[in-house]
T-cell receptor, first 113, second 114 residues
């Protein structure tokens, strides 16, 4: 069983729609949860992180965490063609940063103009 | 925001030669640097964790004698791919925990071994 699972996609949504990206993880000890966006041939860039159950909003992005279900999601409102990329879910510990994140395989999002 | 500078961005080398990749944290001290490798259409796979002033910790299946990691200062970590072969061709990325709560990534190095 993979530690962090994501649907590889592609997830195709029309411009202006809401894109919903999902992620499940197996380690109940995980304390920190991250969403990264990666364009082809580029390095991942942080979209947002979440530590507590519930929702966290930042602009057009909302991260949702449910630790009981070991589930984290990312909603992108008013999707734009520039949002087309691979979205990586990552989980990690709540510590001083001496342990690496564990990444899912990513979901490819295509926003159709 | 926190920046990790990674060089070179792209390198082509001949089989059997060695390549050094550098990662510098520009505005923060990175006591720990993580090195990842990413093959096409696959996720990031952790290769090793380097801690300033001590030996790196390698993930299972990663040859420490082939992928030499040096973390001599709080702002610099290097990965040397020794005796590179075509199967080592990949996208190598470093990452460090920044002053906030995120992990900042370098821009990546595309290595092609011919």
């Amino acid at each position: 069983q993979k530690e962090v699972e994501q649907n590889s996609g592609p997830l195709s949504v029309p411009e202006g729609a809401i894109a919903s990206l999902n992620c499940t993880y197996s380690d109940r000890g995980s304390q920190s949860f991250f969403w990264y966006r990666q364009y082809s041939g580029k390095s991942p860039e942080l979209i947002m992180f979440i530590y507590s159950n519930g929702d966290k909003e930042d602009g057009r992005f909302t991260a949702q965490l449910n630790k009981a279900s070991q589930y984290v999601s990312l909603l992108i409102r008013d999707s734009q063609p520039s949002d087309s990329a691979t979205y990586l879910c990552a989980v990690g510990p709540m510590d001083t940063g001496r342990r690496a994140l564990t990444f899912g395989s990513g979901t490819r999002l295509q926003v159709q103009p | 925001g926190a920046v990790v500078s990674q060089h070179p961005s792209r390198v082509i080398c001949k089989s059997g030669t060695s390549v050094k990749i550098e990662c510098r944290s520009l505005d923060f001290q990175a006591t720990t640097m993580f090195w990842y490798r990413q093959f096409p259409k696959q996720s990031l796979m952790l290769m090793a964790t380097s801690n300033e002033g001590s030996k790196a910790t390698y993930e299972q299946g990663v040859e420490k004698d082939k992928f030499l990691i040096n973390h001599a200062s709080l702002t610099l970590s290097t990965l040397t791919v020794t005796s590179a072969h075509p199967e080592d061709s990949s996208f190598y990325i470093c990452s460090a925990r920044d002053r906030g709560s995120g992990y900042t990534f370098g821009s990546g190095t595309r290595l092609t071994v011919v």
